[in-house]
């Protein structure tokens, strides 16, 4: 079962979000202990209008569990999301992180997809994306794009099966990711092949 996340999914949300962006967890929260980080991403998630809450994310759930997520938005939203992200973390450091441009303009953009180890393997990963992309389509965006780590040629096989292409290479928290994109044909509401 795929639905809207909750705010008190937080605490199984965080841990799944950390697994899936590492560095760019930590570059975005400003701490580098694992305990700081999940206590800080849990709170993001809590809070409204920014780009890791509740508000932007879909749950698969297996049994009660939370066996994956996604988090997505409009590329046009970006801005504004991390806006407030920055504001939270000043509050908590002192120091307003730098938060490298992931995505802009007229784009639904998957910021975060996670599924738990042991739920691997069984197409959670697919139907999640396959959930956020039919929800930027619904909002009229242009396409469905993604950052895909380099070095993570599993995942680069996956968005090139589901019908994404790279546009172009970008740098987030030093990392190298290939920016890729699978347009929506707006006249018959179908992805282009």
Do not use: W
Not at 46 to 58: A, D, V
């Amino acid at each position: 079962m795929i639905r809207t996340a909750r705010p008190d999914d937080a605490e199984a949300i965080a841990p799944l979000i950390h697994h899936a962006i590492h560095e760019i967890a930590e570059t975005l929260t400003g701490a580098s202990e694992e305990t700081l980080v999940r206590m800080r991403l849990e709170a993001l998630v809590r809070l409204r209008g920014n780009r890791l809450s509740y508000e932007n994310t879909l749950v698969a759930e297996h049994e009660g569990e939370v066996a994956g997520i996604v988090i997505a938005y409009p590329g046009y939203e970006a801005e504004k999301l991390d806006a407030s992200l920055s504001a939270y973390i000043a509050t908590c450091t002192g120091t307003v992180p730098v938060i490298d441009v992931e995505t802009e303009g007229d784009v639904y953009y998957i910021d975060t997809l996670s599924v738990a180890p042991e739920y691997g393997g069984k197409g959670i990963g697919t139907r999640l994306l396959e959930a956020a992309s039919t929800r930027g389509e619904k909002l009229g965006c242009g396409s469905v794009t993604l950052n895909a780590d380099q070095s993570n040629a599993g995942a680069q096989r996956l968005y090139r099966r589901l019908g994404f292409e790279r546009t172009k290479t970008v740098q987030i928290s030093g990392s190298q990711f290939d920016y890729m994109e699978r347009r929506f044909d707006r006249e018959e509401g179908q992805q282009h092949d």
